[in-house]
């Protein structure tokens, strides 16, 4: 595999209560995944909402410090966030918050009927990891096309 230059956009909670500010998120955010996705390079740049602009092969979302009574914000970004990602099956969606995953995203997916391979949550664990990898090595635009299947099954939204 040749490396290549991906474009990172990072989307992160302007909060920042309950854990590191912004800022810092940011900042770990980079670490982590210039390390997971060495050995490309990753140019990053910060926004303050979705949709990331056309040419980006990484947008990473944080929004696992929203705090409660906040979900119009929450569930509209859910929605650009799909349709983006439904757009673009090139590009890589990461949701670094499983609350916001499992309570947004797979609902918005449900709700839209999709199964798309190119959303994921990164919940820190090695599969995570081993899923960011294997998106860019079998991309198609290093390799074969890819299949609508989703890497992450979304778990039942409200119970039973």
């Known amino acids: 595999m040749k490396p290549r230059k991906l474009k990172a956009v990072i989307v992160v909670d302007l909060m920042g209560v ?7 998120g940011v900042k770990a955010h980079k670490k982590s995944f210039t390390r997971v996705l060495a050995p490309h390079t990753v140019k990053f740049t910060r926004m303050y909402y979705p949709p990331p602009p056309e040419g980006t092969d990484l947008f990473i ?7 409660p ?9 859910a929605r650009e966030i799909c ?8 590009s890589l969606v990461v949701i670094a918050s499983s609350f916001t ?3 947004q995203i797979a609902y918005e997916l449900a709700q839209r009927g999709l199964a798309l391979d190119n959303i994921i949550c990164d919940d820190g664990s090695q599969e995570a990891e081993d899923r960011i990898r294997a998106f860019f090595e079998l991309s198609p635009l290093v390799a074969k096309p890819r299949t609508a299947s989703c890497l992450i099954t979304p778990k039942k939204i409200g119970g039973g």
């Open 18 to 24: 309950f854990g590191p500010g912004p800022e810092e």
């Open 61 to 67: 979302c944080d929004y696992g410090e929203m705090l």
């Open 69 to 77: 009574g906040c979900t119009d914000l929450l569930e509209s970004n």
């Open 83 to 90: 349709r983006w990602a439904q757009d673009h099956p090139s």
């Open 101 to 103: 995953y499992e309570q």
